[in-house]
């Protein structure tokens, strides 16, 4: 699988900002339904975020829906992870993943439905 590439993780201080890129040299991701994961240190991984190939559906996990927002600028061929109001529970890597075609809401939320990831980029939130 073709990986992808994340950026844009840092260190804020709670209730800061921090918008996440992800994107790919290999191909372009509007043809694919994509999400954003995370894992903190010790935990498993968790489904953060998702939207479909035509940015129509748009899910969020109940954890930071309200304060994050997946785009994707088929222009630039980017995926956009916009984190607002961060909170102390939110430090953790971010992954992007990508799955070609559309999936249903159920399947963008599972992690075995997507066949690229990245590295993963590092969040982390101070008091």
């Known amino acids: 699988a073709q990986p992808l590439v994340e950026s844009g993780g840092g260190s804020v201080q709670a209730g800061g900002s921090l918008r996440l890129s992800c994107t790919t040299p290999?191909?372009?991701?509007?043809?694919?339904?994509m999400g954003w994961f995370r894992q903190a240190l010790g935990k498993e991984r968790e489904w953060v975020a998702g939207?479909?190939?035509?940015?129509?559906?748009?899910i969020y996990s109940d954890s930071v829906k309200g304060r994050f927002i997946i785009s994707r600028d088929k222009d630039q061929n980017k995926l956009y992870l916009e984190m607002r109001e961060l909170k102390l529970e939110d430090p953790a890597m971010y992954y992007c993943?990508?799955?070609?075609?559309?999936?249903?809401?159920?399947?963008?939320?599972?992690?075995?439905?997507?066949?690229?990831w990245g590295q993963g980029t590092q969040v982390t939130v101070s008091s």
């Open positions: 993943a990508a799955r070609f075609g559309i999936l249903a809401s159920g399947e963008l939320i599972q992690s075995g439905e997507y066949y690229n």
């Open positions: 939207i479909d190939p035509r940015s129509k559906i748009t």
């Open positions: 290999y191909y372009e991701i509007k043809q694919y339904s």
